[in-house]
């Protein structure tokens, strides 16, 4: 077969399947997700970015520890490491409101920093729009704010707070354990 026959019989399959060919479905605007783990404490809806959480477990026997603040439950053996294990809610001023069945440990690895928070419970994972997110603070009580980055709306209106484990393992307060 000779080259012009050969592209004639091309162009020819080419406008028959032109013209029963669909346009490919217009991709609607990308919006990013954030991946979160949410939990509650003190009666609110809390996050804390998927890639800041080393794991989730239950609660663990601990050693206590001597001369610390009441909010430090101890320490616990994680698979060889030393886990210290934080009362969040204490933490903050509050207490635990959860069946301790419910509760768990929200283990963080962050800035050489170890440690697992005492949670009512975990709410599961979820994924918010980055352009939902709100950096307004008034609405957090102002004890709550140094550990918030901002919030999210859930689908029902909920205000979840998003957690700043940065802020929280770099803060002075939760650094200064020792019982004065």
């Not at 020819?12 to 990308?30: E, I, M, N, S, W």
């Not at 954030?34 to 996050?47: K, M, N, Q, T």
């Not at 933490?91 to 962050?110: N, S, W």
Request: hydrophobic share 50%.
């Amino acid at each position: 077969m000779p080259a012009e026959n050969v592209i004639q019989a091309m162009n020819k399959l080419h406008q028959c399947f032109a013209t029963g060919a669909r346009p490919l479905p217009a991709q609607l605007d990308y919006v990013p997700l954030v991946p979160v783990i949410c939990f509650s404490v003190l009666g609110l809806d809390w996050a804390v970015p998927l890639d800041e959480v080393a794991e989730l477990i239950e609660i663990q026997n601990c050693t206590p520890l001597p001369g610390v603040k009441p909010w430090v439950l101890g320490v616990s053996n994680l698979r060889g490491k030393l886990l210290p294990v934080v009362d969040f809610a204490q933490f903050l001023g509050g207490q635990l409101a959860a069946v301790p069945r419910l509760q768990r440990i929200v283990v963080l690895d962050r800035q050489d920093t170890f440690v697992g928070l005492v949670v009512d419970a975990i709410k599961g994972m979820r994924q918010f729009s980055r352009e939902g997110f709100e950096t307004d603070k008034a609405e957090v009580a102002p004890a709550l704010r140094p550990f918030v980055q901002g919030c999210y709306r859930s689908d029902d209106g909920v205000r979840v707070l998003l957690l700043s484990p940065d802020a929280l393992v770099e803060s002075g307060v939760f650094q200064d354990i020792a019982l004065a």
